[in-house]
């Protein structure tokens, strides 16, 4: 029901750009977020878009180079990644729920919904 694409390898610096697509009903309550998970590594969060209002969270490692937005026609969510760094290399995933409280919107297992993944490699 989510489908994620936009992945690819890109040099330290560079700029990529994430989007994800959403098959599913939105609530007044609707949230969608992308994780990312390093080989070795938990799942960890990223950026989350709250459908009501417009608000948007960061982890602090990406506040600044990555923004997260919204195609207003439709369900879909874009990460545009910028100043990539070799830490940022993981696998990209997006999320999505209908129930979410801000206070959980870090936690994966808190996400119903979620994307098949997208590499995301930086490296010279």
């Known amino acids: 029901q989510l489908q994620a694409s936009g992945g690819g390898l890109v040099q330290p610096g560079g700029s990529l750009k994430l989007s994800c697509t959403a098959s599913v009903r939105t609530s007044s309550r609707f949230i969608m977020g992308w994780f990312r998970q390093a080989p070795g590594k938990e799942r960890e969060f990223v950026a989350a878009?709250?459908?009501?209002?417009?608000?948007?969270y960061y982890a602090d490692s990406v506040k600044g180079r990555f923004t997260i937005s919204r195609d207003n026609a439709k369900i879909t969510v874009y990460l545009q990644m910028n100043a990539l760094k070799p830490e940022d290399t993981a696998v990209y995933y997006c999320?999505?729920?209908?129930?979410?409280?801000?206070?959980?919107?870090?936690?994966?297992?808190?996400?119903?919904?979620w994307g098949q993944g997208t590499q995301v490699t930086v490296s010279s």
């Open positions: 999320a999505a729920d209908n129930r979410l409280m801000l206070s959980s919107i870090r936690y994966a297992y808190e996400y119903d919904y």
């Open positions: 878009y709250n459908w009501n209002g417009g608000h948007t």
